[in-house]
């Protein structure tokens, strides 16, 4: 806005001696003179629309400060003034809809007025806010700067980093719309919406880690001239671009950042990280009620729900990996959860108004049914641990009053395998060979992980009774060895560190076998077992920086068998005493017959997986 206080020059009339000009003095001093306190005077160049000091910068001259005479601005209207742009984004609820032209009209800050100034550097908008920084001497977040410097002028990476998130992590975990991400991304909405700027650098970095650790294949590029810490570097720009308060990390960006980080800390094999990720996932989903649909925002479109449900189920189906392997206490119950599953769509066929269904099956159909599988899991790891929890003298079993597992482990497999089998014929292909074709591959990438989820669904649900048969317990792990080396080795090496750690949990259940006698025969097949494990997850590991240590970890658990196998019978224990004033409960008709269950012949045997 010109300056409506700079008065027009009169010329003197004709015959008239014209006297010297009087210096024009300004009523108050424009938006740019104020913030660096200096003396605003009138332009010699352009008197009518510029002063002095914005001529000499190049910047157009405003006067959008309020009076000092007038009421003094809100709390909320002030601080619109001083923060940058991508801070006011974040806390838009409508900054998704906006494209950035929309964006910076709404926050009438300097930035604006830079960017519309023909001398001002470049054509566009001044997206990092170093231009009203260091040429208007604004007050700014130097490290915000800094890192939307680096992100602009890391575009071309940053577009390499993402096609390989969509070739190997997205068929796994889809947490991007992939033509509105393409779209956000050509629109550089990710240097005005910090949430989604902390998805961007987040999917970057797990993206670098799984290039960088072997998980690509001869069709994916890759940008190898970039530091060797390149997934580091994108990692905390990520972090840093969540809120230390959580309460205002509001928006769908910062809950998938969280989500990614999670699945990146498990890449570097940080378990300490993963867990705090996902703590900060839990904390933010709690607050916006991610898990209950019906208190999701009413403007949200087609697209960005069906983002939200992909996201809510992708980290519970970690969260319960994560409980399985590496013994932690599960942050998500299904039973609680209102969300619908992800429509089985293609993204090409999802537009925010509705969907356009081709009539052809969807990779989804066999994500969906993986979510089920970890489903399963849940409940089953719960029974696991119900089982073989040790006695308690101080309290009573609120577990027997109250939880009743009416179906035996036999049944649930032959339920799981029932719907396993009504499956389309390429989700049970895993055998088959990665082709470079996006659709096709997102087929065998599903088979390959229903296969692993299945295999490890099935080792769980063997060691849920007490006690449990070591020869049966090598049956079936004979059999989930036997399924994992006929997967293709480029699924296996994409889906990276997650899949060795599964591994590794399925090898700690084959070594649990020390529960219970071991003979000679048995205690030289489960070593066997053990070592052609060990030599599938080395074969993994190799390529990791740094490796995740499953092998090293199944490798203790080989010693820890040799040396049982070396140690004198054990002395039986003395008679536990119970405390006589606890409270007892008599077990379950189920309870009784769990120590002859799998005592019989063929129990799990009869369960032969294709």
Same mark, same amino acid.
């Given at each position: 806005?010109?300056?409506?206080?700079?008065?027009?020059?009169?010329?003197?009339? &004709?015959?008239?001696?014209?006297?010297?000009?009087?210096?024009?003095?300004?009523?108050?001093?424009?938006?740019?003179?104020?913030?660096?306190?200096?003396?605003?005077?009138?332009?010699?160049?352009?008197?009518?629309?510029?002063?002095?000091?914005?001529?000499?910068? @190049?910047?157009?001259?405003?006067?959008?400060?309020?009076?000092?005479?007038?009421?003094?601005?809100?709390?909320?209207?002030?601080?619109?003034?001083?923060?940058?742009?991508? %801070?006011?984004?974040?806390?838009?609820?409508?900054?998704?809809?906006?494209?950035?032209?929309?964006?910076?009209?709404?926050?009438?800050?300097?930035?604006?007025?830079?960017?519309?100034? /023909?001398?001002?550097?470049?054509?566009?908008?001044?997206? #990092?806010?170093?231009?009203?920084?260091?040429?208007?001497?604004?007050?700014?977040?130097?490290?915000?700067?800094?890192?939307?410097?680096?992100?602009?002028?890391?575009?071309?990476?940053?577009?390499?980093?993402?096609?390989?998130?969509?070739?190997?992590?997205?068929?796994?975990? /889809?947490?991007?719309? %992939?033509?509105?991400?393409?779209?956000?991304?050509?629109?550089?909405?990710?240097?005005?919406?910090?949430?989604?700027?902390?998805?961007?650098?987040?999917?970057?970095?797990? %993206?670098?880690?799984?290039?960088?650790?072997?998980?690509?294949?001869?069709?994916?590029?890759?940008?190898?001239?970039?530091?060797?810490?390149?997934?580091?570097?994108?990692?905390?720009?990520?972090?840093?671009?969540?809120?230390?308060?959580?309460?205002? %990390?509001?928006?769908?960006?910062?809950?998938?950042?969280? @989500?990614?980080?999670?699945?990146?800390?498990?890449?570097?094999?940080?378990?300490?990280?993963?867990?705090?990720?996902?703590?900060?996932?839990?904390?933010?989903?709690?607050?916006?009620?991610?898990?209950?649909?019906?208190?999701?925002?009413?403007?949200? !479109?087609?697209?960005?729900?069906?983002?939200?449900?992909?996201?809510?189920?992708?980290?519970?189906?970690?969260?319960?990996?994560?409980?399985?392997?590496?013994? &932690?206490?599960?942050?998500?119950?299904?039973?609680?959860?209102?969300?619908?599953?992800?429509?089985?769509?293609?993204?090409?066929?999802?537009?925010?108004?509705?969907?356009?269904?081709?009539?052809?099956?969807?990779?989804?159909?066999?994500?969906?049914?993986?979510?089920?599988?970890?489903?399963?899991?849940?409940?089953?790891?719960?029974?696991?641990?119900?089982?073989?929890?040790?006695?308690?003298?101080?309290?009573?079993?609120? #577990?027997?009053?109250?939880?009743?597992?009416?179906?035996?482990?036999?049944?649930?497999?032959?339920?799981?395998?029932?719907?396993?089998?009504?499956?389309?014929?390429?989700?049970?292909?895993? +055998?088959?060979?990665?082709?470079?074709?996006?659709?096709?591959?997102?087929?065998?990438?599903?088979?390959?992980?229903?296969?692993?989820?299945?295999?490890?669904?099935?080792?769980?649900?063997?060691?849920?009774?007490?006690?449990?048969?070591?020869?049966?317990?090598?049956?079936?792990?004979?059999?989930?060895?036997?399924?994992?080396?006929?997967?293709?080795?480029?699924?296996?090496?994409?889906?990276? +560190?997650?899949?060795?750690?599964?591994?590794?949990?399925?090898?700690?259940?084959?070594? &649990?076998?020390?529960?219970?006698?071991?003979?000679?025969? +048995?205690?030289?097949?489960?070593?066997?077992?053990?070592?052609?494990?060990?030599?599938?997850?080395?074969?993994?590991?190799?390529?990791?920086?740094? @490796?995740?240590?499953?092998?090293?970890?199944?490798? +203790?658990?080989?010693?820890?068998?040799? !040396?049982?196998?070396?140690?004198?019978?054990?002395?039986?224990?003395? !008679?536990?005493?119970?405390?006589?004033?606890?409270?007892?409960?008599?077990?379950?008709?189920?309870?009784?017959?769990?120590?002859?269950?799998?005592?019989?012949?063929?129990?799990?045997?009869?369960? !032969?997986?294709?």
């Amino acid at each position: 806005m010109a300056s409506s206080s700079l008065p027009n020059s009169m010329p003197a009339p &004709s015959g008239v001696p014209e006297r010297p000009k009087k210096l024009q003095r300004i009523s108050q001093a424009c938006d740019l003179c104020h913030r660096r306190s200096i003396r605003c005077r009138p332009s010699n160049e352009n008197a009518q629309q510029q002063c002095q000091n914005c001529y000499d910068f @190049g910047v157009e001259c405003t006067y959008n400060r309020p009076s000092r005479r007038r009421r003094a601005p809100s709390t909320s209207q002030a601080a619109q003034n001083v923060l940058p742009v991508p %801070a006011l984004q974040a806390t838009s609820t409508t900054s998704r809809s906006k494209s950035p032209s929309d964006h910076q009209v709404a926050t009438g800050s300097s930035a604006t007025s830079i960017s519309a100034n /023909p001398r001002a550097y470049g054509d566009g908008p001044d997206y #990092t806010g170093a231009l009203a920084t260091v040429r208007e001497g604004r007050t700014d977040d130097g490290v915000a700067i800094a890192w939307r410097s680096f992100v602009l002028a890391s575009e071309e990476t940053i577009e390499q980093l993402l096609s390989v998130y969509m070739d190997i992590v997205y068929p796994i975990y /889809p947490l991007f719309h %992939a033509p509105t991400l393409w779209e956000r991304l050509r629109r550089r909405d990710h240097l005005t919406d910090r949430g989604f700027f902390a998805s961007v650098m987040a999917a970057c970095a797990l %993206a670098s880690a799984r290039a960088r650790d072997g998980a690509l294949n001869e069709y994916t590029s890759y940008p190898k001239d970039g530091p060797v810490q390149q997934s580091e570097i994108f990692f905390s720009a990520a972090a840093d671009a969540i809120p230390k308060d959580l309460n205002k %990390a509001t928006g769908m960006g910062y809950l998938r950042a969280c @989500g990614l980080l999670a699945l990146t800390s498990i890449q570097y094999g940080q378990i300490a990280s993963m867990h705090q990720y996902l703590g900060h996932f839990c904390t933010i989903s709690a607050i916006q009620h991610l898990h209950d649909e019906s208190h999701w925002p009413l403007e949200l !479109t087609l697209i960005d729900k069906e983002e939200r449900r992909r996201l809510y189920w992708s980290i519970y189906c970690l969260n319960v990996l994560s409980t399985v392997v590496f013994n &932690s206490i599960p942050k998500f119950d299904e039973v609680s959860a209102n969300v619908r599953y992800p429509a089985e769509i293609d993204d090409e066929n999802i537009t925010p108004i509705g969907v356009t269904p081709n009539g052809e099956v969807s990779w989804l159909r066999g994500w969906n049914f993986t979510t089920d599988l970890f489903r399963v899991l849940e409940h089953t790891i719960r029974r696991v641990r119900r089982n073989h929890a040790p006695p308690r003298e101080d309290r009573p079993s609120v #577990t027997l009053l109250l939880v009743s597992d009416g179906l035996t482990d036999s049944q649930i497999m032959e339920n799981i395998l029932h719907l396993y089998y009504q499956l389309p014929a390429r989700f049970k292909d895993y +055998t088959v060979i990665m082709s470079g074709d996006g659709t096709d591959d997102r087929f065998g990438f599903q088979a390959a992980n229903i296969q692993a989820t299945l295999q490890l669904v099935r080792m769980t649900l063997f060691s849920v009774s007490i006690p449990n048969d070591v020869y049966q317990k090598c049956n079936v792990a004979d059999q989930v060895l036997q399924t994992f080396h006929g997967i293709c080795p480029r699924y296996l090496s994409a889906i990276s +560190t997650p899949l060795v750690y599964h591994l590794g949990g399925i090898g700690q259940l084959l070594a &649990s076998v020390m529960e219970g006698h071991l003979t000679e025969a +048995t205690y030289t097949r489960v070593r066997q077992l053990l070592e052609s494990l060990v030599s599938l997850v080395e074969t993994l590991e190799s390529d990791l920086q740094p @490796g995740a240590g499953a092998s090293k970890s199944l490798r +203790t658990q080989i010693d820890r068998i040799d !040396t049982y196998m070396r140690m004198p019978a054990p002395v039986p224990a003395p !008679t536990h005493h119970q405390n006589p004033n606890a409270f007892t409960i008599p077990p379950t008709q189920q309870q009784r017959d769990a120590g002859s269950m799998y005592g019989m012949a063929g129990t799990m045997d009869d369960f !032969t997986l294709p």
